[in-house]
């Protein structure tokens, strides 16, 4: 396995929204790992902001159990 597909995970989204999906991407010109990086932040800064300010301090508890295996 690269090391490029160990820093990644699997999200499912409903066949009904990737079209709309495959669409935003290629409007953003991005790779659509980094396009689900800038939707999740961006979610999380609007409806969750302490969450998001805890993630940005690395202070979640799935941050510190990566940390602790070497993955982040």
């Given at each position: 396995?690269?090391?490029?597909?160990?820093?990644?995970?699997?999200?499912?989204?409903?066949?009904?929204?990737k079209a709309?999906?495959?669409?935003?991407?290629?409007?953003?010109?991005q790779t659509?790992?980094?396009?689900?990086?800038?939707?999740?932040?961006?979610?999380?800064?609007?409806?969750?902001?302490?969450?998001?300010?805890?993630?940005?301090?690395?202070?979640?508890?799935?941050?510190?159990?990566?940390?602790?295996?070497?993955?982040?």
């Open positions: 396995m690269y090391q490029s597909e160990k820093n990644r995970t699997t999200i499912r989204i409903h066949w009904s929204h709309l999906f495959d669409e935003i991407f290629a409007e953003e010109r659509r790992i980094n396009l689900m990086d800038e939707v999740i932040e961006f979610y999380a800064k609007e409806k969750h902001p302490n969450l998001y300010n805890d993630f940005l301090e690395g202070n979640l508890k799935l941050q510190a159990k990566l940390r602790n295996e070497g993955k982040i």
